[in-house]
């Protein structure tokens, strides 16, 4: 039997491309197509819920600090794009809620991964989902985290809304242990995902939806990837594996 082509969504946003978790590696994603983002969230010192993938922002700016000790203004003075590329120094680090602003009137999904694994950012799950509601996002939003006591937490707050555990270690049995948490998808990294995980996951009414770590696109590899049966891939090559979906 033939398996369905998964959805593509833009790791980061098109972070080929662009330098990640940025406005314009976002709207990138939008021009190309893909079916969704996925993104990383933190929060000031002030409360405002930011999107960068480490805890601090000493690697994607031209600054140093912790974000939890900065505030957003601080936070919105740095060029989160001069080290990717001189054309992108305009760059800022964006907030949650202006990337909500910029998806909502297109069709796209959004995968909010929640990086409460050094810094927990009590109350983050509440705040999250507040601005989900705020953009009527509900039903295009999926929630992740490797730190799985946030899915938990956000599920209880917000049970319609998809969640998703995040691991990059062997699980045991993944597909158990995410029903035992009442969770909807697996997030694993795809060298994790062999296919009797996928087909386990799938046969337990749970979908998956994997990423890359260290990823390098090669086209054989992506074929055997969309053929995989996994539902959702996260990877930093959407258009790539956009063209190779839908032309073959
Ligand atoms: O959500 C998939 C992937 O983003 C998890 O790892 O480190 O890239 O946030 P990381
Ligand atoms: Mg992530």
Redesign the pocket.
Known sequence: MRKKKPLIFA??GVSSKCPENTLSAFRKAIEIGADGI?L?VHRSRDGKLVVC?DETVDRTTNGKGVIQEMTAKELSLLDAGGWFGVAFQEERIPLLEEVLNLLQPTTLLL?I?L?TDYFFYPGIEEETYALVRKYGMEDRVIL?S?NHHTVLRFQRIAPKVLTGI?Y?CHLYEPHKYAASLGVKAL?P?MHLAPHEIIAEAHEAGLLV?G?F?RERFDVARARGYLDSGVDIL?TNYPEEYLALRDKG
């Open positions: 790791h980061r996925e990383d993938h995968n991964e990086k992740s490797f995040l990059s997030h990294p939806h990423w770590s996260i």
